[in-house]
């Protein structure tokens, strides 16, 4: 495996070899020659973001939001002040995939945002790390040294005029900072509050300045785009959905781990390479997308393949691609009220909505789960739900919202059955 | 109120960010202050705030917002168990039902002995690994079983 061969490993081709995460690893497979072609040369950046438009990537945190599309937002020529920050705060349960690219590619991720920092006029930059991995804090901060001693990072780069530098900021616990602005509040030393849009970062991020944020995954994608073309590159997926992408599969699996797979790839292909449902048991449902994503029955997702929009159609996301999978031994309302739990302790306090309705909900759930559920509490919750979504600053009102309506929906008798009979059916 | 050597790695936090932004440091500035004391007691932090020139409540505010930092005694050994869905899918309640028998607390309690303290945890983002705990913060424990549980408390003790 190379950077040099157009592989479907796009970002965790260093997996196999020794020393992945090494800077001699990376070189010796064509490592960092994008970042030296494109600023020894002067490539246009308005060059590179046609070519990421072609490639039809989209942002791997969740959103999936066009890449070309939000580097060209950026005010590129405006003098002063700029920022690329990588957001590496990856605490969406079921999600683990950045983890990987910085434990085995960090020198990716690095040559990504400095790429990005030279196309977005940002001299320095940011890797704003989830809390809890701080072993792998650490070892970024070794992989950006190394850079920095051999020249790929730090003034000058290259006999050239243009100068990068790039620290790693590490999160302390909180799953909202994986919000890009409660993420920008963080950066600068506050509680990690969501800030209302517009402006967008684009026009006031870090510092009030101009700042592009974008997934680790997305980043490190960038300097395969460039070695190989955004055309290969949308080959590897389908339209709309050029790539491969990293799948963090969980839960009742017998491998669970990260799958780097085209876009498109069914999602049966992917549970079988994840070694299928642990003992043979049946599929009960899917959660494809990171915990904020809809619920899918199995046999819905069965169906359906990897990629932004087939998900969407099944009506689910496919987020940060994060597949939780549950097998038949799995209470929906106890898998639920834990999720519902982790949405009430996590909501910042900001908005009224999110602060006292994750807390209601989960109250409820709690008391369906223990046999204390009402009559008219299904109604009651979907209720609830529906007047947070949307009516917050931020996404995570949504994102506690819609696991409570998808499991009503899809498991509604589960949860009637609690209520009526004070016990569960599984 | 922290070594010269918590103090030089501040330094090394504050020169990250631009010269007017030196309150970008405080989350690392109170990390490492808390890796020093074990918590953050409210002298702590002052002296951090003042250490980065910024007003003593917004370095409170970032203490007590973030879950990770502590603001009230805990154990020499803090343990901190993910049982979010992926982990308690993986069996992550059964580990948090042998810490709590073995150790005799609940979380958010601390032994008598003042040894261990057990929390509950959110995603660690490492759900591959499921389940999986913290120590001290720093240190991850995956794949856990009954058995690692013993042998961890053991090697802790």
Redesign the interface.
């Known amino acids: 495996m190379s950077l040099l061969a157009p592989s479907v490993k796009v970002c965790s081709w260093t997996r196999e070899l020794d020393n992945p995460a090494a800077l001699a690893t990376y070189v010796a497979h064509g490592g960092y020659q994008a970042l030296r072609r494109i600023i020894s040369e002067n490539v246009p950046g308005d060059d590179i973001i046609a070519q990421l438009k072609l490639s039809a990537l989209r942002g791997r945190g969740g959103a999936g939001f066009p890449t070309g599309l939000k580097w060209s937002f950026m005010p590129r020529a405006f003098p002063g002040d700029k920022y690329i920050v990588c957001n590496s705060d990856e605490g969406e349960p079921g999600t683990f995939k950045d983890r990987d690219i910085m434990r085995y590619n960090p020198h990716q991720l690095i040559e990504g945002m400095a790429i990005a920092g030279y196309v977005l006029g940002a001299k320095v930059g940011y890797n704003y790390i989830h809390g809890e991995i701080f072993d792998v804090y650490e070892s970024f901060e070794r992989a950006l040294a190394e850079a920095r001693a051999a020249g790929y990072l730090g003034d000058k780069l290259f006999g050239t005029d243009f100068s990068f530098q790039l620290h790693a900021h590490h999160g302390y616990g909180a799953y909202i900072c994986g919000e890009e602005t409660a993420l920008l509040e963080s950066l600068e030393g506050k509680k990690g509050q969501p800030r209302f849009k517009p402006p967008f970062p684009a026009s006031f991020g870090l510092y009030g300045k101009p700042t592009t944020i974008n997934n680790t995954e997305t980043l490190a994608s960038v300097p395969w785009i460039m070695q190989h073309g955004g055309q290969a590159f949308l080959e590897l997926g389908k339209p709309n959905n050029g790539g491969s992408k990293l799948f963090s599969v969980s839960g009742h699996v017998n491998k669970p781990g990260n799958y780097e797979v085209p876009l498109g790839t069914p999602f049966s292909e992917l549970l079988a390479m994840a070694g299928g449902v642990r003992n043979g048991h049946k599929l009960k449902a899917v959660i494809p997308g990171g915990s904020s994503a809809p619920v899918l029955p199995g046999h819905v997702m069965m169906d359906c393949t990897m990629d932004f929009d087939c998900v969407a159609k099944a009506g689910s996301m496919l987020g940060s691609g994060a597949v939780i999978v549950m097998d038949e031994t799995v209470c929906m309302v106890r898998a639920l009220e834990r999720l519902s739990y982790f949405y009430h302790e996590e909501s910042c306090g900001q908005c009224t909505p999110c602060r006292e309705g994750t807390g209601w909900m989960y109250r409820m759930i709690h008391r369906i789960e223990h046999g204390q559920g009402r009559p008219d509490d299904l109604e009651l919750l979907n209720s609830v739900a529906g007047k947070i979504g949307g009516y917050t600053i931020c996404a995570l009102g949504d994102a506690a919202a819609m696991p409570v309506q998808s499991f009503l929906k899809h498991f509604g008798d589960e949860f009637a059955y609690h209520v009526e009979h004070k016990r569960c059916m599984v | 109120m922290l070594s010269s050597e918590s103090l030089a790695l501040i330094d090394l936090e504050i020169a990250?960010?631009?010269a007017e932004?030196k309150?970008?440091?405080?989350?690392?500035a109170?990390?490492i202050a808390q890796t020093e004391k074990g918590w953050l007691k409210s002298e702590v932090i002052e002296f951090v705030a003042a250490y980065?020139d910024?007003p003593a409540i917004?370095a409170y505010?970032?203490a007590t917002?973030?879950?990770?930092?502590d603001t009230q005694s805990v154990g020499r050994n803090k343990i901190t168990l993910c049982?979010?869905?992926?982990c308690?899918?993986?069996g992550a309640n059964e580990i948090a039902e042998h810490l709590k028998k073995k150790l005799g607390i609940g979380f958010g309690e601390t032994t008598a002995d003042g040894r261990y303290t057990l929390k509950e945890?959110?995603?660690?983002?490492?759900?591959?690994?499921?389940p999986m705990c913290?120590h001290n913060?720093?240190?991850?424990h995956t794949r856990l079983t009954p058995e690692k549980i013993d042998e961890l408390l053991e090697r802790l003790k």
């Open positions: 990250k960010y631009p932004q309150q970008s440091a405080v989350m690392g109170l990390r980065l910024m917004a505010e970032v917002f973030y879950n990770m930092y049982t979010n869905l992926p308690a899918l993986m945890g959110e995603c660690m983002g490492a759900c591959g690994d499921a913290l913060n720093h240190c991850m």
